[in-house]
């Protein structure tokens, strides 16, 4: 197909595809002429998967390009691939970050924060370790609780450890289902983006029921009560 079609098919315009091609992000076609090249479905298929990083992932173009690398690289670990992937997608935190500490051991959150994600990590058994961009994600969110007078939050760590811990099985079960490096890539960000919505929506919704059992029959109780006796001195 010609670059026109290219585009017309993934909705990318000609100039930001011929930049992917400049950024390396995307391989150049087939010369037919000077002038003119030929380009296959699997530059269909990476320009939708550059698309979804940057679109749905929220990467940066030399994210992506770091991502596309790996994909490139055929001795890389179907697992270092997902996690290349999952890790661009996790805000970074540098020294000096709110709530970070100063000195040797300096870093994002508070070194008790990095500390309870070291031990939750330990004590759960999981493949990871604090420093990661996800740990130290984690560690700042403690240490922000802690800040506005929250701290109790980490006894509950568990409990959504529990939680995310099952999400992320049934996250990988799906992605399990592409076979394609590129497909298992692409599952991993847009189920990762849309998915934490999904979740977040969910968990509101989930809200709003357990608000209504703790706290909302109260009212209605109190009401019933009330109407019951001005019936009574009715009657």
């Known amino acids: 197909m010609r670059i026109g079609e290219l585009s017309r098919r993934t909705g990318v315009s000609v100039p930001t595809i011929k930049f992917y091609v400049r950024e390396g992000l995307l391989p150049a076609g087939r010369l037919t002429s ?56 996790v805000p970074r935190y540098g020294d000096g970050s709110p709530g970070g500490d100063e000195g040797e051991d300096a870093g994002p959150g508070s070194a008790e924060a990095r500390k309870r994600v070291g031990t939750l990590l330990d004590e759960r058994g999981w493949h990871g370790y604090p420093e990661s961009p996800a740990g130290q994600a984690l560690a700042v969110a403690l240490t922000a609780l802690e800040s506005v ?82 019936r009574a001195e009715g009657a």
């Open 34 to 89: 000077p002038n003119q090249a030929a380009y296959e479905e699997t530059h269909v298929r990476r320009l939708r998967l550059i698309r979804a990083l940057i679109d749905v992932g929220g990467m940066s173009v030399a994210a992506v390009g770091e991502v596309i690398a790996a994909i490139d690289d055929p001795g890389r670990p179907v697992h270092e691939l997902l996690g290349e992937a999952a890790h661009r997608m």
């Open 149 to 230: 007078g929250h701290g109790r939050f980490a006894e509950v760590l568990d409990v959504y450890a529990d939680a995310a811990e099952r999400v992320a099985r049934v996250d990988l079960e799906y992605v399990a289902h592409h076979v394609a490096r590129e497909e298992l890539v692409e599952s991993v960000a847009v189920g990762t983006a849309l998915g934490d919505a999904v979740f977040a929506a969910l968990r509101r919704l989930a809200h709003t029921d357990a608000s209504y059992r703790l706290f909302g029959r109260e009212g209605e109780g109190e009401g019933e009560d009330e109407g019951e006796t001005e």
